[in-house]
């Protein structure tokens, strides 16, 4: 066998190794260089950016997004996607809004009932919850293409949040403290939604990169065929991955919710895009099986800190529109340079 | 020979079945014709006017509307789908075609702008422009093999920017408030008739004929059927995949933007909102009308009669006053029913082919 | 042995070189087809058949050497150009469109024009074209019938059409008979015996040594890249053809080790599914189990309904005389079956993931907590199978896809390993496999077996097969059609039963 393992070691050039182990990281690296990159310019060009308060800004609107992209990792990593998440952040922050004491809308549904904050904040996260795990259902017992299914989902679930809410904002008479604390307060002077989020990647980091269900999950993604044969329960592990997405969805909705303090229709709107261009920035490929959580905290940083910039410069909500879908076409063409260069 | 041929059972019967061969499309398309024609009655027993020459004309309009811009996605689909092909940024070109051709416009009220253009000018720069857009989609996909669903989703946030930039350049100012104006061009889109038909339903069948004609005789369009089923024997065919993926996106870009003009011409004003989520209704009239999102089979025949089914459900719901946003539930239901059984079809004929190969 | 028949070939290939990175695939090998001869190009897998083949296609670019086509140079920068030298490919995964008619496959591409408006296809020309090319191979189908309602062998008769519409002289057929039927294959070599007196050439791939004798003129054999001999097809003997291919006697080749065969562990009985039809086995510890037959013939489905990758319609399976429901992949590895299924890149490893992660994909279980992966323990474990096997490079955390399609197979191998499968299906283990590892995962396999393990092995290489199993079943349509055991194993009773008849007695050869 001591020729066999000569023969073999004539395939694959050895210097090739410590650059191919390099490889997975780089992209890693390069999407933190970037960031660090572009942190630096805008210090130099604008000095209000170089503030903890307008960092503090940014971490707060990157917490919302940066929630569902860390659940759309995982997703994405199984070779899926979700274009529902946007929609399920509106109806979660509408059903939960209406829920919460002192809440009013000119909706019959709103003012009905009402639940101690902790309990609405459950019954939110279970819709979101079950809305992902529709979407994992028909995906998995009905081989749609996921982009398709949850487009479809997407519109279905703005549907139902124009029923419940009758196209009508749901606002607070006042807002009570114990909501507003999730997406107005602090904690040691760190917002509230900040420290959720914080929570939130290294639970999910953990969970992608430390556990059965993670590896499952890059396995999936990687090769499903190969993964079934070893034993894996790929239709539960994937339907597992959107319930999660449709909660963490959830869990923004109700934060965006309590922040701006009303809960409207067009609340997440357009979410499911910085997630998506967030997670892709980050170097998780759009094909599946590669990817990480940490990459996709830096990707929507990135996302985060483009949109500061502008604000900070004055640019119109317009302009962002089209620098969201630039950023996005740039992140998925660098995609697809890399998957080139892999292949090479 | 013969005798050999003979001697393998089965397939003798098989080629006796040559008549039976197109059954399958024409079933699905008078499918489409017997559910118009349900619909039309159930809607009808609920609101009689739905009969009426004004809800038969606005019936047109949506259809031809929606049917313009789904002829472009049904190229996309036909061409790409073994790709994934898929065009979302349909919705938002209609926004941006729309806003172009009316904010160039001399004849707008509120214009701003200091470039005042003859319709037809700035028609046919809104024409350009979205056809560009669609081609730089189609050039990413090519070029970089990306999925189309992402690349087009990036685009269709990129179109819909550009229609906000171009409005408030045009009215001279951010809110967002639409252009409105008066142009007998834009009212031939929009208000024209002939005799009862609606001009743009003229419009929309002789482009329905001039692709059926270009897909069925044309070697270009033959190449898209080839294409769609299997990229690399295109290549080995000697098709240039990659000219034809942009055109055919180019051509997707161009015709939303036709639809947008329309739209516009309809409402008299565009509107940075305007269209959104339509590449819900562009996307339910191709996949409906038999075009398989697994790429290389579909009929322009299938999409005329799709668009009209779509269109009436539009018209239907909206005489039973059913609010718009409830037709969300309904149209989100009916795409992935549609899809579904877009794949259980796609499923029973590989079953059919595996057996065959068995 | 002959030389080349023809004083000037159609087609010579001399010197042909190819290498992948620091592996040469191909050392300067000649080859020659004469005017409307049928070569048979022999070799077993991994041998530079295909290598070989796709140069001669355009398909991929030739390190070094010269192509002459009818003593002309020949230069392709693509399989097109190939094409318009007269060149046609037809592989063994046919590639007609299933949507499009007869005509419109026959002419894929190069449909006729208009007179005059060049732009438009002429279909009035089209179909009566394609029904002149299909009337001379005297195949009688409509050219309007659309290509997916025909049968494999009819699908195969339009690619030959499509081939003679280009005017091809020189056809290359990739194991055409694959999943064609007696009377299919017999209706194609009818034809192949016409395109010959029309003078077109064939090199004809095929693992069926029986029908290279019955259709070939000449036979050239390639071995690890270097033509070992051209003989005469005709008067070859089936047993030297394959010596030839393999280079030494069967026995050298695969040193058999005997071990004491023990009890029954894995019993199938009555097993059923869409395409297997009341199958029953029975394996035993320390014993390898081959599977021979044709491609299509069930092997496959047999491996997977086993070991619960397709459902079952009826039938049980019982493990160490205990019967079990194996409704999933995962209830069968809680049973000890291991599969290491047939494609490795599209089913076997994660090519995405490290060699570590591959290994305890099975049974993450052995090395985690509530769920919680040890990793140091992991990659130890991993490190350790990693040596056991000689994988190269030696390392754990190394991305499997960037390894060799051998190193690959031993990760896929360490993981039911590691998973301690105690019954392990092996479905075309060395395909596509170089000869080191190839060795390497036949002396693993024995070694396994003699350590008690139960090895089902499948395999269309069947002088791999022969020389691995102490006995053979042969399938033949979703049955087993016939046993074979150790001391009466000979290609042709394989063949026989794999072609659904009985063997003869006399026949023996082996």
């Not at chain 1, 996607?81 to 549904?109: E, H, P, Y």
């Not at chain 2, 919705?91 to 075609?97: N, Q, T, V």
């Not at chain 3, 599914?273 to 009341?278: F, G, P, Y």
């Amino acid at each position: 066998m001591s020729s066999t393992a000569q023969m073999d070691r004539q395939v694959v050039e050895a210097p090739k190794r410590g650059l191919a182990r390099l490889n997975i990281q780089v992209e890693n690296i390069a999407s933190g260089v970037v960031l660090v990159g572009l942190v630096i310019v805008l210090s130099l060009v604008s000095p209000a950016f170089l503030s903890f308060s307008n960092f503090l800004d940014i971490a707060r609107v990157v917490a919302i997004t940066g929630i569902i992209a860390a659940g759309m990792t995982l997703v994405i990593i199984t070779g899926g996607i979700d274009l529902s998440v946007g929609s399920t952040v509106g109806l979660v922050g509408a059903v939960t809004a209406s829920l919460v004491a002192n809440s009013a809308s000119n909706s019959d549904f709103v003012t009905a009932f009402k639940l101690p904050v902790p309990l609405a904040v459950l019954v939110g996260l279970a819709v979101g919850s079950l809305i992902g795990f529709v979407n994992g259902l028909i995906i998995t017992k009905t081989k749609i293409e996921p982009f398709m299914a949850t487009l479809g989902s997407m519109i279905f679930v703005k549907g139902l949040l124009y029923l419940f809410t009758g196209g009508y904002p749901v606002n607070f008479q006042p807002m009570p403290d114990d909501f507003a604390f999730i997406g107005q307060g602090a904690l040691f002077g760190i917002p509230t939604p900040v420290w959720v989020f914080a929570v939130i990647v290294v639970a999910l980091w953990w969970i992608s990169r430390r556990t059965t269900v993670g590896r499952a999950i890059y396995a999936i993604g990687g090769n499903p065929e190969a993964a079934r044969l070893s034993g894996l329960k790929v239709e539960r592990t994937k339907i597992m991955v959107y319930t999660l997405l449709g909660l963490l969805a959830g869990l923004a909705g109700i934060i965006l919710t309590s922040r701006l303090a009303s809960a409207t229709t067009v609340n997440g709107t357009g979410y499911e895009l910085i997630a998506i261009s967030g997670v892709v920035i980050g170097g998780t490929s759009l094909v599946g099986g590669r990817g990480s959580v940490i990459g996709s905290l830096i990707g929507v940083f990135t996302v985060g800190v483009i949109q500061n910039a502008l604000n900070l410069f004055g640019a119109s909500t317009q302009i962002q529109y089209v620098v969201t879908g630039l950023v996005l076409l740039l992140a998925i063409s660098l995609d697809g340079i890399a998957r080139r260069r892999r292949r090479t | 020979m013969s005798s050999l041929l003979a001697r393998i059972p089965g397939r003798q019967r098989e080629s006796g079945a040559a008549g039976m061969r197109r059954l399958p499309l024409q079933g699905q398309q008078l499918a489409l014709v017997v559910l118009i024609a349900l619909l039309a009655a159930v809607f009808t027993s609920q609101s009689p006017e739905f009969l009426s020459t004004g809800s038969v004309e606005n019936l047109l309009r949506g259809a031809s509307m929606f049917g313009i811009v789904g002829l472009g996605l049904t190229i996309v689909i036909i061409s790409t789908g073994s790709i994934g092909g898929i065009d979302l940024s349909v919705g938002s070109m209609m926004a941006l075609g729309g806003a172009i051709g009316a904010g160039l416009l001399g004849t707008a009220f509120t214009a701003a702008n200091p470039v005042k253009l003859p319709a037809a000018l700035s028609v046919l720069i809104a024409l350009v422009v979205t056809g560009l857009l669609g081609a730089l989609s189609g050039l990413l996909i090519s070029l970089l093999k990306l999925a189309p669903f992402a690349v087009t989703l990036g685009m269709m946030s990129v179109a819909r920017g550009l229609t906000y930039v171009m409005i408030a350049w045009a009215i001279g100012s951010s809110n967002t408030a639409g252009i409105t104006f008066s142009d007998p061009l834009f009212d031939w889109f929009g208000l024209t008739n002939y005799g009862p038909i609606p001009a743009i339903t003229v419009l929309f069948l002789v482009l329905a004929a001039l692709i059926a004609f270009v897909l069925k005789a044309t070697a270009f369009g033959r190449s898209l059927f080839v294409l769609g089923g299997n990229a690399e024997n295109a290549r080995l065919a000697g098709i240039n995949v990659r000219r034809t993926i942009v055109i055919v996106f180019a051509i997707s870009g161009l015709l939303a933007g036709l639809g947008g003009l329309i739209l516009t011409g309809r409402l008299s004003s565009a509107s940075p909102l305007a269209a959104t989520g339509y590449e819900l209704e562009v996307i339910m009239v191709a996949v409906i009308g038999g075009t398989s999102l697994a790429g290389g089979r579909g009929s322009i025949l299938g999409t005329v009669l799709a668009a009209i089914l779509v269109s009436e459900i539009n018209t239907g719901l909206d005489m039973m006053n059913v609010p718009s946003f409830n037709q969300y539930l309904i149209k989100g239901t009916i795409l992935v029913l549609a899809v579904v059984l877009d794949k259980v079809y796609q499923a029973r004929s590989s079953r059919k082919l595996a057996v065959q190969s068995a | 042995m002959v030389a080349s028949s023809t004083p000037q070939p159609l087609l010579r290939m001399e010197g042909i070189t190819k290498s992948y990175g620091n592996v040469q695939v191909l050392h300067g090998v000649d080859l020659s087809v004469g005017r409307g001869e049928v070569l048979g190009l022999l070799g077993e897998n991994g041998a530079g058949k295909s290598t070989l083949l796709n140069i001669l296609n355009g398909v991929i670019e030739r390190d070094a050497g010269s192509i002459h086509i009818d003593g002309e140079p020949a230069e392709f920068a693509g399989p097109k150009q190939a094409q318009d030298a007269g060149l046609a490919f037809i592989h063994q995964e046919l590639s007609v469109l299933p949507y499009l008619t007869v005509a419109e496959n026959v002419f894929l591409g190069r449909l006729p024009r208009r007179k005059g408006a060049p732009w438009l296809v002429d279909w009035a020309a089209c179909y009566k074209q394609a029904g002149e090319i299909l009337e001379r191979l005297a195949v009688k189908i409509d050219p309007r019938t659309i290509v997916g309602r025909l049968g494999t062998a009819e699908q195969e008769l339009v690619e030959i059409a499509k081939a003679l519409s280009m005017n091809a002289r020189i056809i290359t057929m990739d194991e055409p008979t694959a999943s064609l039927t007696e009377a299919e294959i017999e209706r194609l070599f009818t034809l192949m015996r016409a395109l010959k007196a029309d003078g077109v050439s064939v090199v004809y791939v095929s693992h069926r040594l029986h029908e290279v004798a019955e259709i070939c003129d000449r036979a050239t054999i390639l071995r690890d890249g270097k033509i070992v001999s051209t003989v005469d097809a005709r008067t070859t003997s089936s047993h030297s053809l394959a010596t030839m291919m393999v280079g030494r006697e069967l026995s050298e080749l695969f040193p058999k080790t005997e071990h004491e065969r023990g009890r029954e562990t894995l019993r199938v009985s009555g097993l059923s599914t869409v395409k297997l039809n009341d199958v029953s086995l029975a394996a035993h510890q320390g014993e390898i189990l081959g599977i021979a037959g044709l491609v299509g013939s069930g092997r496959t489905e047999l491996a997977r309904a086993i070991f619960g990758a397709d459902p079952i319609t009826a039938g049980e399976i019982f493990v160490n005389g205990e019967k079990v429901t194996v409704d999933s992949p995962g209830a069968a590895i809680r049973h000890g079956i291991g599969l290491v299924p047939e494609d490795r890149k599209l089913q076997g490893a994660v090519l995405s993931m490290s060699n570590a992660h591959n290994i305890s994909l099975a049974c993450m279980s052995k090395v985690s907590r509530f769920g919680q992966l040890n990793r140091g323990g992991e990659k130890q474990e991993a490190k350790r199978l990693i040596q056991d096997l000689q994988v190269y490079p030696p390392r754990a955390e190394q991305e499997t896809g960037r390894l060799s399609g051998g190193n690959q197979q031993k990760v896929v191998l360490a993981k039911w390993l590691f998973a301690g499968s105690r019954i392990l299906i092996v479905d075309e283990p060395t395909r596509g496999v170089d000869v080191g590892a190839r060795a390497a995962i036949h002396g693993l396999l024995n070694e396994l077996a003699g350590e008690g393990a139960t090895i089902i092995m499948i395999s269309s290489d069947l002088p791999e097969v022969m020389g691995m199993s102490d006995r053979i079943l042969v399938m033949h349509e979703g049955r087993i059609a016939g046993e074979v055991a150790r001391a009466d194993f000979s290609e042709e009773a394989i063949v026989m039963y794999a072609s659904g008849l009985e063997p003869t007695k006399e026949g023996s050869n082996a």
